[in-house]
């Protein structure tokens, strides 16, 4: 899945550069300058996210009620912490090739191209490591929602035994 959305992100982008004649370059340039911003924003969010997710792992196993939806619901927001944790290095890992990909840019001489578009190419696949990076971090907020749905549900199971 993370493979086609690389070569689809990839297409898109470099036929965008073609059908604008390297128009959209600048376009990409400056949303690109945002990609360090958002990797903070998304380390911040995953520590934030793991803490979040395991106190409610802390709450859940104090809660007496079916052990089986219980174990069920530990084993969920276990894996939902994996996630965490792996797109977390996900982002960071897309940020630092990202950034030796612009190191080789501007490292290669224009006489030096190994092919006409070659520059096209390496903003383009700079360009779909952003998005990839993008749907990370939007995949680590679906997880934020559904921890605050799993507390809410817990808080509520805690009200009613009582």
Same mark, same amino acid.
């Given at each position: 899945?993370?493979?086609?959305? /690389?070569?689809?992100?990839?297409? &898109? +982008? ?14 990409? =340039? #400056?949303?690109? =300058? ?29 809660? #007496?009620?079916?052990?089986?939806? /219980?174990?069920?619901?530990? &084993?969920?927001?276990?894996? @939902?912490?994996? #996630? ?11 940020? &630092?090739? #990202? @950034? ?6 501007? +490292? ?25 990076? @993008? @749907? ?27």
């Amino acid at each position: 899945m993370v493979g086609f959305y /690389i070569i689809a992100s990839l297409i &898109i +982008s470099f036929a965008s550069l073609h059908a604008t004649d390297g128009v959209a370059e600048a376009i990409f =340039s #400056e949303i690109l =300058s945002a990609f360090s911003a958002l990797a903070i924003f998304a380390t911040a969010l995953s520590v934030a996210l793991f803490n979040y997710v395991d106190n409610i792992s802390k709450d859940l196993s104090v809660v #007496e009620g079916d052990a089986d939806k /219980i174990s069920a619901a530990l &084993i969920g927001l276990a894996t @939902l912490k994996k #996630e965490v944790i792996v797109n977390a290095g996900l982002i960071l890992a897309l940020l &630092i090739m #990202e @950034l030796a990909l612009k190191g080789i840019s501007k +490292s290669t001489s224009p006489d030096s191209t190994p092919f006409q578009d070659f520059y096209w190419v390496i903003l383009s696949l700079r360009f779909s490591f952003f998005t990839l990076a @993008l @749907l990370a971090v939007s995949e680590q907020i679906r997880g934020l929602l559904v921890a605050i749905d799993y507390r809410n549900v817990i808080h509520a199971g805690k009200r009613s035994n009582k």
